[in-house]
């Protein structure tokens, strides 16, 4: 790496050196924001999951209705609830497992 090597960040549209960026992975690929602007992202980012975990209801994604949280799945992995209500991501889930084994049984 060479230290007058410039790179675009994505966030603020500004060149600046490689080492403003932060690695993806170690040696690998360099992250797409510049370190200021990845870091007000993440503070904001963490700031709307902060308050949408402490709101009692939830707007889902799909019917635009505001329903109460025990209306959607619970997400382990991610800590939060699932964009779509129960009844939605039921009819979605059907779709999708009909639409799939069209495409199984017409590939086979």
Not at 3 to 29: D, I, V, Y
Not at 61 to 79: E, G, M, V, Y
Request: glycine fraction near 4%.
């Amino acid at each position: 790496m060479t230290t007058n090597a410039k790179r675009t960040c994505h966030c603020c549209r500004k060149a600046k050196s490689l080492e403003s960026f932060p690695p993806l992975q170690p040696g690998g690929l360099l992250h797409p924001y510049c370190r200021p602007c990845l870091t007000i992202r993440v503070r904001r980012n963490g700031r709307a999951r902060d308050q949408a975990a402490s709101a009692a209801t939830k707007e889902c994604a799909l019917c635009a209705q505001r329903l109460p949280l025990d209306t959607f799945h619970w997400i382990k992995s991610s800590q939060t609830h699932h964009s779509y209500c129960r009844g939605c991501h039921s009819v979605y889930m059907a779709e999708r497992y009909r639409r799939r084994r069209r495409q199984a049984v017409a590939k086979a």
